[in-house]
Structure formats: C-alpha cells, structure tokens
C-alpha cells in the first residue's frame, strides 16, 4: 500500500507558550476535519481574531470556530467544569455552535481542593515560586499521578462519584487544614456542585480515542493542537518553571489515545522574538526600552492570567532544541509585523558558558541560568509588513531575517504572521494538503513543488 495522502499534523509552540498557536490552529481548521486539544487546562489560552472579533479559548479548541469541525478535548488534559461551561456559555453567546464539540472520557477533573493546594503551594515557596497560574492544574496532574483522581466518566456516574469524593474531600481536608491552615471543604456541598456540572456536560462526554481512530480510517483530516510551549514540557523544558503535562509533539500521541504511526506532520509555532510569561531564566531576555517596545506593540499580556510577559531576541538555541525533540516539518513564524519600527536586531545563535561556546541547550537549570546570550545583529526594515500577503511584498531586510532563521533552525518556514487578524498570514505552504508554492529553505531558495490539485 502506498502512503496515505498527508492527514493529521500536529501543531506545537516551540518557545515558551504564547507563541500564536491560536492563530496557526484556527487558520489550518479551515482545512481539517477535526482538531485535537490533546494536554493542559485552563492555564493555557488562545486568541484568535476573525473580522475584527477577538475570541479568547483556554480549553474548547480553536476548531469550534468552524461550524463543520469537530473539536475534541483528548484524555491529556484537564479539566474544570465549572470554567468549561462558562466558556462554553460564552461561545454559544457569539452564535457559535458547540454541539460538535466531544470531552474525553478519560480525562481529570479539577476539583475545589485542586485550585486551594495550587495557590496555597506557590504562596508558600516565596522566592522560590514557579509562576503557575493558581488553577489547580499541576494538582489536577498529581492527583493522576497518584491514581486519585476524578476522571469525566466517573463525573458522569452520581452514585459512585458520591463515594468516592467523600472519601477523597475527607482526606484532601487533612491537608487543608493541618498543612496550610485552610477551612475544609464540606463534601455534599462539593458533590452537589459537581453533580449539576456533569448534567450539563453529559452530551459531550465520550470515547473520543474511539472517534478520533474513526476519523483516522476514515482518512479525514485531523488537527493536533498543544496548551503551552516546547520549553515548558514537564521532561524535556526549563524545569522546574514548566508545566504539568507534555506540551511537545510526542505528548500528542498520549494526550488523544491515538499510535504515532497516524501522525503525517509537525509544525512547530514560534514569534519572530521570545516571551516567557512566570518566573524561571531566560537568556535572551531585555529589561530595557526595546523590550517595552515588543511588549506594547505585539500586546504582549496573557490569555488567560492577564499577565506581563517577558519579551527578549529571538533565540535559535532553543529554537534548535524545539525542532530536535518536536521532529519538526516546518515552522510558522507569527509577529513578524512586531519588529516594524527596529533599526536592528538580534538573534542568539549561541550562549556562552563558562568561557565556552554552547550551540546545545543545557538540560540542568543551574546551568542554563548562567548561560549568557551571543548575538550576530541584522538590519531591520523600519516598514509596515501588516499588509504583506505574499513573501515578495516583505522587505528585503525582512526576508533576510527570516532565511536566516530558517538557516540557524535548519527547518523550512510554511508559514508567517504579520498581524493578528486571520487574514494577516502568508501562507508558504499548507501543512495539512501539502505544498502549495515552495517552501522558504535556509537557503533562501524555493523547491520547485507540485501545486494543489
């Protein structure tokens, strides 16, 4: 049998989250079939502009916004209803439909006790605080860990949730109040609360590894979207300022319950510079008027938190480091429009450290916290690239910023990003049906490639 044409792909940040992966998922589902949220919770967010409306996602995938994609919530996240049915009340008040969106089955449930240990946690580590959002997540996923969780099928089952959250918010009660001097939650009260969350969710809640394999057979196209970025991946990122899941492409697999034979492709997002958003090091990182700059012109402030995130030059360590362990196809790079007004910019290409020279990201934290940045410096374009459709409408100077990337990275560019809106894109190459023109290789140059059909 020969290869089946180009199908599922999976969509990653290759930074530090915040890397526009809203924008790049919203504007392939309009070519896929379905769209896979596979890891996270509602500390992640996306925005997506379409016709001037902002719309704000933290768990509903960026599909929903197509009225014949299926969206799916795999078994890699978690969930919090009560957050979910409040965002799914402000979807449907936009006139969007959400009946074709499926909850897995398998997925955990944030709980009350989850949120009360997540803040209590980070209050008491002080100095030492990772930056979590304070949703309960990282609890949620101990929990799993820990094999006492609460999954949704067990939300949709009264009586045997009933029994199992007794004993649960009995035990969790010991640590409010003996471990952090909290009031302790009242258990029927917690149990009534949730009961009415799953009738509202019930006609969501399925097998959907189930669905997304019948997809799969069925040859449809299928969108894998992450929460977060690559270097917030619990194994393979900054730890411990990371998240609690897998944000990288392997976590995809496992998040949506499907084998990594059905993956056709990987496309890695990532901004023209860098954000972080918490705490942790961040090499490239500029606490000056250039910084501010980035900050206000790409409204660099989180989805969800609201938070002020951190802005430096784009860096191609990590960058490297993304491609390597994601197995990355192709890159989008969005916010180019962002840099307009530079005179020049950098881009790290290696760091130093002690006295040497590390083209490698460094997998201990101590050492990558003295990791100093080295910079080669390119003119900038000091020219509006918020009307560019097409890369022979960018600058020069622009042009040659992004080859450069593409040659440091050592992956092709398909896509870039010169706004917000849905149509401020310059679309190289579909990733879910194949080329469309040529790709952007390091060099510069265009394979010559067959056209859609």
Not at 279 to 297: A, Q, S, W
Not at 412 to 438: F, L, N, W, Y
């Amino acid at each position: 049998m020969g290869r089946r044409p180009l199908a599922n792909v999976i969509v990653i940040g290759a930074q530090w989250g915040d890397e526009g992966k809203g924008k790049v998922t919203d504007l392939l589902s309009k070519s896929a079939n379905m769209v896979v949220r596979y890891q996270g919770g509602v500390n992640a967010g996306h925005t997506v502009v379409v016709n001037g409306q902002t719309f704000k996602l933290h768990l509903i995938p960026s599909g929903i916004l197509y009225p014949d994609t299926e969206c799916i919530i795999g078994s890699g996240t978690v969930i919090d209803p009560k957050l979910l049915i409040e965002e799914l009340d402000r979807v449907e008040s936009l006139n969007i439909s959400t009946k074709k969106l499926m909850i897995s089955q398998t997925a955990h449930v944030t709980m009350p006790y989850h949120r009360m240990f997540d803040r209590a946690s980070e209050e008491r580590r002080g100095t030492e605080k990772i930056g979590t959002t304070g949703r309960g997540i990282g609890p949620t996923y101990a929990d799993k860990s820990e094999r006492t969780g609460i999954r949704m099928v067990d939300l949709m089952e009264p009586e045997g949730l009933r029994q199992q959250l007794t004993w649960t918010i009995n035990y969790k009660n010991v640590i409010l109040e003996k471990l952090y001097n909290l009031p302790p939650l009242e258990p029927e009260a917690v149990i009534q609360e949730y009961l009415q969350y799953a009738d509202r969710l019930r006609p969501h809640v399925v097998d959907t590894s189930l669905k997304i394999d019948g997809a799969i057979q069925s040859r449809r196209n299928i969108l894998f979207e992450g929460a977060q970025g690559t270097l917030l991946d619990l194994d393979h990122g900054t730890y411990p300022f990371v998240t609690s899941s897998n944000p990288v492409a392997g976590g995809a697999c496992v998040g949506a319950g499907v084998g990594p034979t059905s993956i056709d492709r990987v496309i890695g997002v990532a901004k023209a510079y860098t954000t972080r958003v918490g705490e942790g090091p961040f090499p490239t990182e500029m606490n000056d008027g250039i910084g501010e700059l980035l900050c206000d012109r790409g409204a660099e402030f989180g989805t969800t938190t609201g938070r002020k995130r951190r802005c430096g030059w784009f860096d191609a360590v990590i960058g490297r480091y993304a491609v390597r362990v994601n197995g990355l196809d192709c890159l989008a790079i969005t916010k180019l429009d962002v840099l307009d007004e530079l005179e020049e910019i950098k881009v790290c290409v290696a760091y130093e450290l002690d006295g040497k020279r590390c083209e490698h990201f460094p997998n201990h934290s101590r050492l990558f916290a003295k990791s100093s940045p080295i910079y080669e410096t390119l003119p900038g374009w000091k020219r509006s690239t918020a009307e560019c459709r097409n890369l022979e409408d960018l600058p020069s100077q622009a042009l040659d910023y992004l080859k450069f990337l593409a040659e440091l990275m050592k992956v092709p560019i398909a896509i870039v990003s010169v706004g917000a809106s849905r149509d401020q894109t310059i679309i190289i190459e579909d990733p879910i049906h194949g080329p469309k023109r040529a790709l952007l290789h390091a060099d510069g140059t265009r394979a010559i490639t067959t056209s859609i059909g």
